[in-house]
């Protein structure tokens, strides 16, 4: 069954967007191989850098109206409100990762920004296209191509030991992520998902891996 023209044109939208979010791969894969100093000498102006962009947009009308003509079409739809005074997801994905690269050893920051990435964006595709079940505010179907997604970064992202507990702890941390995913807290999912996985992974390790030495990747360079 085809969809409507309307809807079929915000999907199409929701596509390039969350194409041009998969780019944001680059921070973890890059953040893998150089240390923390350097990782935040590039996050923190990029971040500021955007902060600003958004603070100006919203606040400067001539400067808005400017942005909104190129870069409008990328902008949700609560993000295109002035009076909500909302950043937009590429800004809250930089505070996300250069939170994380400062609170969370190596080990997790790479696994909370990857899972963001990959698994919110198969949520808000798979949930938009093929949600039919309400699960929370958003989709059982939703919610179930980010947890499947986000075992797939789990399996692949480094880990101390590799052994069948960090595993356990990262598929854990993931299902948490999506139901935070399909609920309303209020927060953009951008800054709450890879927040609230990386919490859950550290709590975890600390639980049942106490001894482990979780910055002994951060070492590695």
């Known amino acids: 069954m085809s969809l409507p023209p309307s809807v079929e044109e915000s999907y199409?939208?929701?596509?390039?967007?969350?194409?041009?979010?998969?780019f944001s791969l680059l921070i973890p894969v890059v953040y893998y191989f150089i240390p923390k100093s350097t990782a935040l000498a590039i996050l923190v102006p990029l971040t500021l850098l955007f902060g600003l962009s958004d603070i100006c947009r919203l606040?400067?009308?001539a400067f808005g109206r400017v942005y909104n003509t190129y870069f409008g079409f990328l902008l949700r739809s609560h993000e295109q409100n002035e009076r909500g005074r909302r950043l937009n997801g590429a800004t809250y994905v930089l505070l996300a990762a250069t939170l994380l690269v400062v609170l969370f050893p190596k080990v997790i920051?790479?696994?909370?920004?990857?899972?963001?990435i990959i698994s919110d964006t198969s949520a808000a595709l798979i949930g938009?296209?093929?949600?039919?079940?309400?699960?929370?505010?958003?989709?059982?179907?939703?919610?179930?191509?980010?947890?499947?997604?986000?075992?797939?970064?789990?399996?692949?992202?480094?880990?101390?030991?590799?052994?069948?507990?960090e595993y356990a702890i990262g598929a854990a941390a993931t299902l948490l992520g999506a139901v935070?995913?399909?609920?309303?807290?209020?927060?953009?999912?951008?800054?709450?998902?890879?927040?609230t996985v990386g919490a859950a992974m550290w709590l975890l390790y600390l639980i049942f891996l106490p001894a482990l030495n979780l910055f002994k990747l951060d070492g590695m360079v």
């Open 128 to 165: 938009r296209r093929y949600g039919r079940h309400r699960f929370m505010s958003k989709s059982l179907e939703g919610a179930s191509a980010f947890f499947l997604s986000g075992l797939l970064v789990v399996a692949i992202a480094p880990k101390v030991e590799y052994s069948a507990a």
């Open 59 to 61: 606040n400067i009308p």
């Open 180 to 195: 935070v995913e399909a609920s309303a807290i209020g927060l953009d999912d951008n800054l709450s998902i890879p927040l």
């Open 12 to 22: 199409g939208t929701e596509i390039i967007r969350k194409g041009i979010h998969l």
């Open 109 to 116: 920051a790479i696994t909370a920004i990857a899972v963001l």
